[in-house]
């Protein structure tokens, strides 16, 4: 996996150079460094030969063994967490490259500084291929969209697919809709929130803590955005106390 990343060229993309520059310790490659540490470790593991198990009792060769890996740990090793982040970033960026290549039709979104706000028009979920596409619009004055309907209506699909829109879009995708304005933004959800017998806590509880966390995030206003779905303010037994007590915790 090294070397075939330092051998694909980057001269047109500076922050590609860099992340291959990380690959590197020093004047070595760390391909060439994994390369070294796998022969010492294959001559490591002669010593388990029938044929060479008493020479290499004489010549203590694990002993010698076991020091290569060591000096190659003590050279290379405070390198392999950055090799690791690098290709973590080429392998997340080459993900959004192939996102962007198959879906030539989507555009990118638009990134303004004033807000927050979100308006996606003609949005879709960029997993379904025949779906019916919805425009949103949060920021001033409209602060709080609630969603109702009855079973399998779509609003959880609704929700996602604002927020995965929101994601591709922060991520510097394109979006799957007609068009998207969004400031930078954290997306907070109550998406697959479960009742605990166990801490005392039901379904209902659960979320109305998780919109509590989703109001009060540690993020500067201008940046605070949560995308909420309540499941139990859509389940068929709602009542109209219930409805009265989720209004109050969202105002």
Same mark, same amino acid.
Request: proline share 6%; charged share 20%; with cysteine.
């Given at each position: 996996?090294?070397g ?8 047109g993309?500076r922050?590609l150079?860099?992340l ?11 391909s060439a460094?994994i =390369? +070294?540490?796998a022969? /010492?470790?294959?001559? %490591? !593991? &002669?010593r388990? #030969? ?5 020479i290499a ?10 020091l290569?890996?060591?000096r ?7 390198a392999? =967490? +950055?090799?690791?982040a /690098?290709?973590?970033? %080429? !392998? &997340?960026?080459? #993900? ?9 039709e989507?555009?990118m ?8 706000r979100?308006?996606?028009e003609a ?11 919805n425009?949103?619009a949060l920021?001033?004055?409209?602060r ?8 399998m ?5 609704l929700?996602r ?6 994601v591709?879009?922060l991520?510097g ?9 969004l400031?930078p933004?954290q997306?907070g ?6 009742d ?14 998780r919109l509590?966390?989703c109001?009060?995030?540690p993020?500067?206003?201008?940046r605070?955005?949560?995308?909420c ?5 859509t389940a068929?037994t709602?009542?109209t106390?219930r409805?009265?007590?989720k209004?109050s915790?969202?105002?």
């Open positions: 996996m090294l075939r990343v330092e051998r694909e060229p980057t001269a993309s922050r150079a860099e291959t520059a990380e690959l590197r310790a020093g004047e070595v490659a760390g460094a =390369a +070294r540490l022969r /010492a470790v294959d001559w %490591l !593991e &002669a388990k #030969s029938g044929l060479f198990a008493p009792f004489l010549l203590m060769w694990e002993l010698h063994g076991a290569t890996v060591e190659w740990r003590q050279t290379h090793g405070p392999i =967490a +950055r090799w690791l /690098a290709l973590g970033q %080429l !392998e &997340a960026l080459a #993900s959004l490259a192939t996102y962007a290549y198959e879906r030539p989507d555009p979104p638009k990134v303004v500084s004033d807000g927050p979100v308006a996606g949005l879709r979920h960029p997993l379904l291929r025949a779906c019916v596409a425009s949103v920021g001033e004055p409209l709080v969209m609630m969603v109702s309907g009855s079973n209506s779509g609003k959880s699909t929700l697919t604002l927020g995965i829109n929101v591709l879009a991520a995708a394109p979006v799957s809709a007609k068009s998207m304005t400031s933004l997306i959800a109550t998406l697959r929130i479960e605990s017998l166990q801490n005392a806590r039901s379904r209902f509880y659960s979320e109305l803590r509590y966390n109001a009060t995030w993020a500067p206003p201008r605070r955005c949560c995308s779905s309540t499941r139990s303010s068929p709602r009542t106390a409805s009265a007590r209004r915790c969202a105002r």
